[in-house]
């Protein structure tokens, strides 16, 4: 059997998206001014996040693997989260 790298085991989820329905909202000035953004860049294994030229955080939401660990290093105010509607969101294929 032929192990899969990371990478090839998120490929199997499923994402059923809201499609104009994000559940992550960044707010810039905070996540600017505490480094949060950058922290949140850093961190997220699903690369959900991304740092634009003029220091503000792009949010991808449809790849959330709804694990929590941007709300685990983001500093008070910065994030909002909160889990998609009902059948949305990432379907795992794998454990």
């Not at 192990?3 to 000035?29: C, K």
């Not at 949140?40 to 634009?52: D, G, I, M, T």
């Not at 290093?73 to 909160?82: F, I, M, N, Q």
Request: glycine share 8%; proline share 4%.
């Amino acid at each position: 059997m032929e192990l899969m790298s990371v990478p090839e085991r998120l490929a199997r989820n499923v994402y059923e998206v809201d499609e104009g329905n994000s559940h992550i909202e960044v707010n810039q000035e905070i996540a600017k001014a505490t480094g949060t953004g950058k922290r949140l860049v850093a961190v997220c294994p699903a690369h959900v996040y991304s740092e634009e030229a003029d220091g503000t955080i792009s949010v991808e939401y449809a790849a959330c693997l709804e694990c929590g660990t941007c709300l685990a290093v983001a500093a008070p105010g910065a994030l909002t989260w909160h889990y998609p509607e009902s059948s949305m969101g990432v379907m795992y294929r794998e454990g």
